[in-house]
């Protein structure tokens, strides 16, 4: 932006808005209660059919403006993002986490439940009353909803490679790059899943994680695979930690696995991006276990990839050296790197699998990933400062694990409920179903707990891990009085016999402090998310004014041009088709 824009675009503020963080100019800070000088129009449309991606992307920034995320200066975010975290699976994770301390349960707090500013998020896909992660991270990311299925693309076709070129929308993540923060992206996913993937890749369809996943009209057309896009930043920039699983999608099928030698990489291209990272990053480290991730403590830029797929859950992973590290650790390492570079940063942090044990219907490992994403929040709560740092804890979809019946205080979650189907009756004793068979607190509404015979299990309680390709019809109910529910492999019973347990389409929470998180409160759509971080953070929306995307009142409020925030080359050096 030159001077005289600048000078046009101060007259027009208020001496009350807060323009030197945009612009330069010289005026205070507008106070986040008056909101007025920010408000920005937004046309009715007719739904769904009038949402398109700019309609979206102003709706955002007018609810952002509106609640006042503009009077905010955020050097840091870091968005904790619990993937598949229904309300039910915080509660119940709270309550075990209370337990586990020798509390009652229900009277504690997660760590992030402390946090003085929250809301909901209504988490619906453009074409899909229940969502999936890629479209709900999508949105969290570049502001705009999206279908099932995209990552870094506004809605469209799903398999459709040419269309998505010209859809490609603008993550936080990417503008940092392009403003010189540092940013970190930590997972206990492949980092090519769905909810790291949308922070640095575009695709309209989640599963292109790799070459070989890829069909060869997607290629033709010119989509390249997710990993492949990791890449896709200048020399020495770009992500600066990465953290996750999903070694094999980085490798070649000529390259053994060094941690499973019967496994070998899933790249038909014979890359190996590992390498073609360390060769962009130089005085950077690849690491893949505990012992290879303390030696590399005075690199400059560090990748690790602690497993072949997904990272263990936190109850089977080893804690030896050839172990990997747990999310409060990855935190930790990721924070202490980014705030050496000094100008601020951006850093995504996902409990991934708490979303892989729901959909398999375990609810111990589901919250008890909860509960370690949220020992890895209170690591960045001390590790930080509410006068410079944003934090942002989420979910993208919920689950249908529920909570019923009447136990009384204090019962085990896991536990079998205690008392009388109703709200009388002894609390040392059973409660009963009408068939006189005792239940369980946690149940699932669908999945891979259905109590019918499968190809794999016997008819009754199942044990995790179950993954059945075939069920009889239900014959009633087991009878669950000898069965240990609090096992780690106990399955909850579900209703409906499926493969794997669904997503939900309830709201899910959204709980923030520091910066800006003042304008996370009642009921919000999904992509405002992104519209307060940028809102809140002056580098974020310098670069989105510098590239004509604000209003006279500095508002980003039009679709940014991702030619103008990269990718900035590919891997061979040559310039990426956008």
């Given at each position: 932006?030159?001077n005289?824009?600048?000078?046009?675009l101060?007259?027009?503020?208020?001496?009350?808005?807060?323009?030197?963080?945009?612009?330069?100019?010289?005026?205070?800070?507008q106070?986040?209660?008056?909101t007025?000088?920010w408000?920005?129009?937004?046309s009715?449309?007719?739904h769904?059919?009038?949402?398109?991606a700019e309609?979206?992307?102003?709706?955002?920034?007018?609810?952002?403006?509106?609640?006042?995320?503009?009077?905010?200066?955020?050097?840091?975010?870091?968005?904790?993002?619990?993937?598949?975290?229904?309300?039910?699976?915080?509660?119940a994770?709270?309550i075990?986490?209370?337990?586990?301390?020798?509390?009652a349960?229900?009277?504690?707090?997660l760590?992030?439940?402390?946090?003085?500013h929250?809301a909901?998020?209504?988490?619906?896909?453009?074409?899909?009353?229940?969502?999936?992660?890629?479209?709900?991270?999508?949105?969290?990311?570049?502001g705009?909803?999206?279908?099932?299925?995209?990552i870094?693309?506004?809605?469209?076709?799903?398999?459709?490679?040419?269309d998505?070129?010209?859809?490609?929308?603008?993550?936080?993540?990417r503008?940092?790059?392009a403003?010189?923060?540092?940013?970190?992206v930590?997972t206990t996913?492949r980092?090519?899943?769905?909810?790291?993937?949308?922070?640095?890749?575009?695709?309209?369809?989640?599963?292109?994680?790799?070459?070989?996943?890829?069909?060869?009209?997607?290629?033709?057309?010119g989509?390249?695979d997710?990993?492949q896009?990791?890449?896709?930043?200048?020399?020495?920039?770009?992500?600066?930690?990465?953290?996750?699983?999903?070694?094999?999608y980085?490798?070649?099928?000529?390259?053994?696995?060094p941690?499973?030698?019967?496994?070998?990489?899933?790249?038909?291209?014979?890359?190996?991006?590992?390498?073609?990272?360390l060769?962009r990053?130089?005085g950077?480290?690849?690491?893949w276990?505990?012992?290879?991730?303390?030696l590399?403590k005075?690199?400059?830029?560090?990748?690790?990839?602690?497993?072949?797929?997904?990272?263990?859950?936190?109850?089977?992973?080893?804690?030896d050296?050839?172990?990997?590290p747990?999310?409060?650790?990855m935190?930790?390492?990721?924070?202490?790197?980014?705030?050496?570079?000094g100008?601020?940063?951006?850093?995504?942090?996902?409990?991934?699998?708490?979303?892989?044990?729901?959909?398999?219907?375990?609810?111990?490992?589901?919250?008890?990933?909860?509960?370690?994403?949220a020992?890895?929040v209170?690591?960045?709560?001390?590790m930080?400062s509410?006068?410079d740092?944003?934090?942002?804890?989420?979910?993208?979809?919920?689950?249908?694990?529920?909570?019923?019946?009447?136990?009384?205080?204090?019962?085990?979650?896991?536990g079998?409920v205690?008392?009388?189907?109703?709200e009388?009756?002894d609390?040392?004793?059973?409660?009963?179903?009408a068939?006189?068979?005792?239940?369980?607190?946690?149940?699932?509404?669908?999945?891979?707990?259905?109590?019918?015979a499968?190809?794999?299990?016997?008819?009754?309680?199942?044990?995790?891990?179950?993954?059945?390709?075939s069920?009889?019809p239900?014959q009633g109910?087991?009878?669950?009085?000898?069965?240990?529910?609090?096992?780690?492999?106990?399955?909850?019973e579900?209703?409906?016999?499926?493969?794997?347990?669904?997503?939900?389409?309830?709201d899910?929470?959204?709980?923030?402090?520091?910066?800006?998180?003042?304008?996370?409160?009642?009921?919000?759509?999904?992509?405002?998310?992104?519209?307060?971080?940028?809102?809140?953070?002056?580098?974020?929306?310098?670069?989105?004014?510098?590239?004509?995307?604000?209003?006279?009142?500095?508002?980003?409020?039009?679709?940014?041009?991702?030619?103008?925030?990269?990718?900035?080359?590919?891997?061979?050096?040559?310039?990426?088709?956008?």
């Open positions: 932006m030159g005289s824009t600048k000078a046009v101060c007259a027009a503020i208020t001496a009350s808005a807060l323009a030197s963080s945009i612009t330069g100019c010289s005026t205070a800070p106070s986040a209660a008056d007025s000088t408000a920005v129009d937004v009715p449309v007719a769904p059919r009038g949402e398109t309609w979206w992307y102003r709706s955002g920034a007018a609810h952002a403006a509106r609640n006042g995320a503009m009077g905010a200066q955020a050097k840091n975010v870091i968005v904790f993002l619990g993937d598949g975290m229904s309300l039910s699976t915080v509660a994770a709270r075990l986490e209370g337990q586990r301390a020798g509390g349960g229900e009277e504690n707090l760590s992030w439940e402390r946090f003085p929250s909901f998020s209504k988490t619906y896909n453009t074409n899909s009353q229940t969502p999936d992660s890629a479209g709900t991270m999508t949105a969290i990311a570049a705009v909803k999206s279908h099932m299925g995209a870094g693309v506004s809605a469209g076709p799903r398999h459709d490679c040419a998505s070129q010209s859809r490609h929308v603008v993550s936080w993540l503008l940092a790059d403003a010189g923060l540092a940013s970190g930590v996913a980092i090519t899943h769905a909810t790291p993937a949308a922070t640095y890749a575009h695709v309209p369809d989640r599963n292109w994680e790799t070459d070989a996943a890829m069909p060869q009209a997607a290629r033709d057309a989509c390249r997710i990993a896009q990791l890449l896709d930043f200048a020399p020495g920039r770009g992500p600066s930690v990465v953290l996750g699983g999903g070694r094999g980085l490798t070649p099928s000529t390259v053994r696995d941690e499973y030698p019967g496994k070998a990489g899933l790249r038909l291209d014979g890359r190996d991006l590992t390498a073609e990272w060769q990053n130089p950077g480290a690849y690491v276990n505990n012992a290879q991730l303390r590399a005075d690199a400059t830029r560090l990748l690790g990839l602690f497993e072949f797929d997904h990272m263990q859950y936190e109850h089977d992973r080893r804690r050296e050839a172990g990997e747990d999310l409060a650790e935190t930790r390492i990721a924070i202490s790197r980014l705030a050496r570079e100008n601020g940063f951006v850093l995504l942090v996902e409990g991934g699998r708490i979303d892989h044990a729901n959909h398999e219907g375990n609810a111990f490992r589901a919250l008890d990933e909860t509960a370690a994403m020992r890895a209170q690591v960045a709560a001390e930080t509410e006068d740092t944003l934090i942002v804890v989420t979910a993208d979809h919920s689950h249908t694990l529920n909570i019923v019946g009447y136990p009384r205080r204090g019962n085990p979650i896991l079998k205690r008392g009388t189907a109703g009388g009756g609390p040392d004793q059973y409660a009963l179903d068939l006189g068979l005792p239940y369980t607190t946690l149940v699932y509404a669908g999945g891979a707990g259905n109590t019918g499968t190809n794999l299990q016997p008819a009754g309680p199942k044990r995790h891990p179950h993954v059945p390709s069920y009889e239900v109910r087991p009878d669950l009085s000898q069965v240990d529910t609090e096992h780690p492999d106990f399955m909850q579900a209703l409906l016999p499926m493969q794997a347990e669904t997503h939900g389409g309830d899910v929470g959204i709980w923030a402090r520091g910066p800006g998180s003042q304008a996370f409160r009642s009921t919000m759509e999904q992509n405002v998310i992104y519209h307060v971080i940028v809102q809140a953070t002056p580098a974020l929306r310098t670069q989105l004014c510098d590239a004509g995307t604000c209003n006279a009142a500095g508002v980003p409020v039009d679709l940014p041009d991702p030619a103008r925030f990269g990718p900035v080359t590919s891997v061979n050096g040559a310039a990426p088709q956008q």
